[in-house]
């Protein structure tokens, strides 16, 4: 399995970057504590496995609720990373959860979390959901567009170089 995590940290309009082990981390909230212990207005983790998924994290000021998007759900059966970030997330769409606890556990491929969660980086719900949707799109695609959008484009490219 191919895996690539970074953290993205903007201070003061200027954007730093680091690759970041998020293998360790057995809940969404430990992927917000390794944002976190770096300085910034804005922070995200973007994470992308084997050409299957892209999630993003945000965390933000130390007092917001952290937010998260996985481009798609159906990853979350088969990686633990993705499992990980979706398994506070509801899928898109979805009304309710099932109630039948013998169901084996599986999720549909459509994104789940928070589609809004770059809006004000530049990269509107309905962008994020339209390259999700678009066929030959890959996860990784959908991550450098949604930096070069926010600006932080050159760092994302550097990182993954």
Known sequence: MSAFACLLARCDDRWRGQEIEIDSCESLLDIV????????????????????????????????????FLTDGHAADSYPVAAVVAEDLVEIGEDELSDDEDAPPAHDSAPFGD???????????????????????????????????????????????
């Open 33 to 68: 504590d390794l944002a976190r212990d770096t300085a910034g207005e804005i922070r995200l983790v973007l994470i992308e496995e084997d050409d299957e998924y892209a999630a993003i994290v945000r965390a933000d000021g130390e007092d917001e609720e952290p937010r998260a």
């Open 115 to 161: 589609p809004e969660v770059v809006d004000d980086l530049g990269t509107s719900a309905f962008d994020l959901l339209t390259m999700c949707a678009h066929e030959g799109t890959l996860p990784i695609d959908v991550l450098v567009a949604v930096c070069e959008k926010a600006g932080c484009g050159d760092v994302f490219d550097r990182m993954r170089a």
